[in-house]
């Protein structure tokens, strides 16, 4: 399995598991110059960002732990340009974002993991 064919295997996994849970999905992949959303739901009137990780084991870290400081701002630099275009902003909308981090078959949702605020 290619590393492009492994991400889209475990985004999909995520996507069903936060589905099972009762989000809605909106988008996924949605690429700027800058940075990457892998999933974005909806969580009621919540904009849910998520990113999605996965680690075949936990030798180097859980694959929670390789979000990084620098990612995060990638992701939040993404989100805002994504709101931009819907019109919308960290300050005019509730947004959150989300870890899905896969290590080995251990499954862990964090909700919330990160904020625009640091």
Partial sequence: MS???RGAYYEALARQHLE??????IAANVSYR???LDIIMRDRQTWVFVEVRYRRNANFGSAAASVTYHKQ??????AAI??????????T?????DVLAITGSQVEWLPDAFNAQG
């Fill in 3 to 5: 590393t492009r064919q």
């Fill in 82 to 91: 994504w709101l931009a275009h819907k019109g919308a902003s960290f300050d």
């Fill in 73 to 78: 701002r990638r992701l939040l630099h993404a």
């Fill in 34 to 36: 800058g940075g990457e």
């Fill in 20 to 25: 099972r849970a009762g989000l809605k999905f």
């Fill in 93 to 97: 909308s509730s947004c959150r974002f």
